[in-house]
């Protein structure tokens, strides 16, 4: 495995592969590895040719007072980790690589960026659109990776895929969760004992959720209020920041549980902000 700092080396190695013919597959993502990016990047070595992870923490993706500075990192650690998930190149870049004084394109899907975790973090998404658009034009993709876990981020960059004609195949993969059901992530660790020990409620709340809708509760507020209940027992550590059932690919508000819809939620849990969704209905 290569570990490139230089986007343009970046450029040029894909673009060279792109005119072989081969497959790239791009995995995009903050570091700090568990068993979620690895999945990932497994799943990009069993699809592609060429695999190419970016390891940034974006800054334009953080806004003031958020967790920047504090973000874990452990690049030695994540670099064998790659490795042995089978990625061809690990690219990690200084942000002024890849924000150079004067940069000055962003890249906004306000319809679906102004819900959910848009609410209470209003640049969130323009950084993640921007970087990740970015990286498409460095890696030259065929098919980029993307976790369930951030089903708003994959949504979001669907539809920037979508709407700007980009020739690459956007895939989201599952949620890999603890074995007591927390969703993994790099922010868990930011949890006290006690906050850890009440995080699975996330999950065991949503799964709540799912089977109120399996039982033939149709009424989308009922449901969360079924939810919000649980909660308050279980997770009394945590505040909301919220909980949404909305339609999985537009993100509008459901009032009635039909076809397809999404849970969302976000909870404040001590320093980390946690979020979890589970589908209540659909595939
Ligand atoms: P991050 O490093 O947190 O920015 O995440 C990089 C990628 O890994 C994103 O596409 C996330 O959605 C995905 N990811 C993070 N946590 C998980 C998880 N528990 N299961 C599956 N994918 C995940």
Redesign the pocket.
């Known amino acids: 495995m290569q570990i490139l700092t230089d986007p343009r080396t970046l450029q040029q190695t894909c673009l060279r592969w792109r005119a072989d013919g081969q497959h790239t597959v791009l995995?995009?993502?903050?570091?700090?590895y568990?068993?979620?990016?690895e999945?990932?990047i497994s799943y990009a070595r069993s699809v592609g040719d060429k695999v190419v992870v970016s390891l940034f923490v974006n800054p334009t993706q953080f806004g003031p007072g958020e967790d920047l500075a504090a973000y874990p990192r452990d690049l030695e650690r994540d670099a064998a980790l790659a490795e042995a998930n089978g990625a061809d190149i690990l690219f990690t870049p200084q942000p002024a690589d890849m924000f150079p004084a004067g940069h000055a394109t962003w890249i906004e899907v306000p319809s679906l960026a102004g819900t959910l975790c848009g609410v209470s973090r209003p640049t969130h998404f323009r950084g993640v659109c921007t970087v990740v658009m970015k990286l498409f034009q460095l890696a030259m993709p065929r098919t980029a990776?993307?976790?369930?876990?951030?089903w708003q981020?994959?949504a979001i960059i669907r539809r920037m895929a979508r709407d700007l004609n980009v020739p690459v195949d956007v895939v989201g993969?599952?949620?890999?969760?603890e074995q007591d059901g927390l969703?993994?992530?790099?922010r868990n660790i930011y949890l006290s004992t006690e906050e850890r020990a009440q995080a699975p409620n996330i999950h065991h709340g949503l799964a709540l959720g799912r089977a109120l809708v399996q039982g033939g509760e149709r009424d989308a507020a009922a449901v969360a209020e079924g939810m919000r209940r649980y909660w308050r027992e279980n997770l009394p550590l945590a505040q909301e920041d919220y909980i949404s059932i909305v339609h999985p690919e537009t993100l509008e508000p459901l009032a009635r549980i039909t076809d397809a819809a999404l849970c969302a939620v976000a909870f404040r849990l001590g320093k980390a902000r946690l979020i979890d969704n589970m589908l209540l209905a659909g595939e």
């Not at 995995?27 to 700090?32: A, Q, S």
């Open positions: 995995v995009p993502t903050m570091g700090y568990h068993s979620g990016h999945s990932l990776v993307f976790g369930q876990k951030d981020q994959l993969r599952p949620i890999v969760r969703a993994m992530s790099s």
